[in-house]
């Protein structure tokens, strides 16, 4: 379990420095396109304060086995996943919908099983 929460926190980083040091280019992998200076000021800004925040409590939970620390994640990922819920609710179900709320799903259950794991040390 540390070994796949350490994977899943490294992918996060670099999906989160990304957004930091390339915004334009993780934007049209999202399907976002920025506003001007301040819309990319908003990518390096907030994706990676999303990415790079959940990867360093995961990052934590899996060098300390601290199954509390894996909490922040776990939240983050589920308050995402819920917005792609609404999202389909709301807006329909587009063909691109299914991938990144499969990737969070899995994602979460990694971090569910990790912080059940680690509780059992």
Do not use: C, H
């Not at 301040?38 to 990867?55: E, K, M, N, V, W």
């Not at 060098?63 to 994640?73: E, F, G, I, Q």
């Not at 990694?110 to 912080?115: K, T």
Request: proline content about 5%.
């Amino acid at each position: 379990m540390r070994l796949a929460i350490f994977v899943l926190g490294l992918f996060n980083i670099s999906v989160g420095l990304g957004f930091l040091l390339a915004p334009q280019t993780l934007a049209a992998a999202f399907f976002l396109s920025p506003v001007g200076t301040q819309g990319l000021a908003t990518l390096r800004a907030d994706f990676p304060g999303f990415f790079i925040g959940a990867s360093v409590f995961a990052l934590y939970a899996a060098w300390k086995r601290d199954a509390a620390a894996l909490t922040v994640p776990m939240v983050m990922l589920g308050l995402a996943l819920f917005g792609r819920f609404v999202s389909l609710a709301l807006d329909g179900m587009a063909p691109t919908a299914v991938q990144p709320m499969v990737v969070e799903a899995v994602m979460l259950v990694v971090l569910v099983l990790g912080q059940r794991s680690f509780r059992k040390r």
